[in-house]
């Protein structure tokens, strides 16, 4: 059938034909509108932060290959431990068996994730710890014969592309042409302090926003209705659990928080008697300065994801970490109360084994103290941004570095995820050797933690540089 669109079908009929000549032949990439698309751009290698094109050109890869990049590409530790894990076992199903980098992987994440996280599930990718977080708090109660049906999540929020974890994130761009398949959750403000949703100053307010102080500066009775605290009064008896990004809000905006509100999600579902849900898909293993950013407000949530980050950015892997309290509602001789999900590739061996390898190298590297000083470096390099007419806000945590741009500085209105601004500047900054991925007005750059002081600096230049030159006077 042909319906007389535009599309371009590109036929390579020879070997030599480029790769984004055969890629326009047959791909289809995610979040990428493949009518207006740009050229994919063809890399045939990686070494460290650097990306090397069909052509011989080197970027920088300064968002992580989508976050989960940490020691740089082609690590030769890495390298070998999946080559000598491939040499042992591939892969075998995980019902029946288990094997040691399964075994190891799980001791390993339980010395170091926040006290009280004992039990690891494992999964396939970021969205699948969520949904396997939500499908286990669901579980935890009706195993005790309790219906609990809300799930209380952030505004702002983004947890993944499976139908649970895009319910659970903002209704949005990303989520709307779903809606109809989405199940309804109770949305709490995020802290987005340069967008206030309660109308008040960081520098003065007592994380209002949460909704643990009776409410008198709350701007109406709607924003104070919109608390976490007054969404758990409401809805308390009836909540499986509160799922947060914590410390930094990733795909719905790069936000940052104070860490007073995230010992107060903690505070406030011990208080309702609800279960904790912290994503740490994008925070996890070190992003954010501390290995997990539970770690800046010193919290355990009941349940965890990771991923991303987890192998090192080399293979997929989920893990959904619980406390002994949450397995033990599983734990019966009526096998109705089993956990009954799973994946073909759960516990993959390559996967863990890479985990395993790249835990040693956080902890040989002293990779969280390196985060710390890129922090010190985006900072120094960010900040003065701050005072650019095209920008709102500069915010800094750990290894990413966060400008979002407004059209008015004073209304700070802004075009949001699908803003021209985005892919204009995209294009500025490959040209300069740089691969970033704006999202939207939102600029942030999240590189590997092996980058060095001098390139953090090249790194920070050619983001004011770009800014300038597109959005100067
Ligand atoms: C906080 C968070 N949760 C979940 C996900 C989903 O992870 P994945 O893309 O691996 O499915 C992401 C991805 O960006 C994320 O940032």
Redesign the pocket.
């Known amino acids: 059938m042909t319906d007389g669109s535009p599309k371009v079908r590109l036929k390579p009929d020879s070997e030599s034909a480029s790769l984004a000549m055969r890629d326009a032949a047959h791909l289809w990439h995610p979040y990428t509108q493949m009518l207006t698309r740009p050229e994919p751009l063809p890399i045939v290698r990686g070494e460290g932060i650097y990306l090397f094109g069909e052509d011989g050109r080197r970027f920088l890869d300064g968002t992580s290959s989508?976050?989960v990049n940490i020691h740089g590409h082609s690590h030769p530790k890495l390298n070998a431990a999946l080559a000598a894990q491939a040499r042992e076992l591939e892969h075998v199903i995980f019902a029946n068996c288990t094997h040691r980098p399964g075994v190891e992987l799980a001791e390993r994440l339980v010395e170091v994730l926040p006290r009280g996280l004992t039990r690891i599930f494992y999964s396939d990718?970021?969205?699948?710890?969520?949904e396997v977080a939500i499908k286990m708090a669901s579980q935890y109660w009706s195993n005790q014969g309790q219906s609990r049906r809300t799930f209380i999540t952030l505004h702002h929020a983004?947890?993944?592309?499976?139908v649970g974890?895009m319910s659970a994130s903002e209704a949005s761009v990303f989520t709307k042409p779903f809606a109809p398949m989405l199940f309804d959750v109770t949305r709490a403000h995020a802290p987005y302090c340069y967008r206030c949703p309660m109308g008040l100053e960081r520098s003065s307010c007592r994380i209002d926003c949460l909704g643990t102080e009776v409410g008198p500066a709350a701007p109406s009775p709607e924003a104070w209705g919109a608390t976490l605290g007054a969404q758990l009064e409401r809805h308390g008896g009836d909540v499986a659990a509160v799922l947060v990004?914590p410390m930094l809000q990733?795909?719905g905006g790069m936000i940052v928080w104070p860490r007073e509100f995230l010992a107060g999600v903690r505070r406030l579902c011990d208080a309702h008697g609800v279960l904790m849900i912290a994503?740490e898909?994008?925070?996890g293993f070190g992003r954010t300065g501390r290995l997990f950013a539970c770690e800046h407000a010193e919290v355990t949530p009941d349940i965890m994801?990771m991923?991303?980050a987890v192998t090192g950015g080399y293979l997929?892997l989920?893990v959904t970490a619980a406390t002994e309290r949450i397995y033990d509602a599983f734990l019966s001789e009526d096998r109705t109360r089993t956990f009954f999900h799973g994946h073909s590739f759960t516990g993959n061996p390559l996967a863990c084994a890479l985990a395993v390898a790249s835990l040693d190298l956080i902890q040989e590297t002293g990779a969280v103290e390196k985060v710390q000083q890129i922090e010190s470096w985006l900072r120094r390099g960010l900040e003065p941004l701050a005072s650019h007419r095209a920008v709102g806000d500069v915010r800094i945590i750990g290894g990413v570095g966060i400008v979002e741009l407004v059209s008015d500085k004073v209304t700070k209105s802004a075009g949001g995820y699908l803003d021209d601004v985005g892919p204009t500047l995209t294009k500025a900054f490959l040209d300069r050797g740089l691969l970033l991925r704006p999202l939207g007005n939102i600029v942030y750059a999240m590189p590997p933690y092996v980058i060095t002081e001098h390139e953090t600096d090249w790194l920070t230049t050619q983001i004011r540089e770009v800014i300038d030159g597109a959005l100067g006077e």
């Open positions: 989508w976050w990718n970021g969205s699948t710890a969520v983004y947890h993944g592309d499976t974890a990004e990733g795909a994503d898909v994008l925070t994801c991923s991303k997929p989920g």
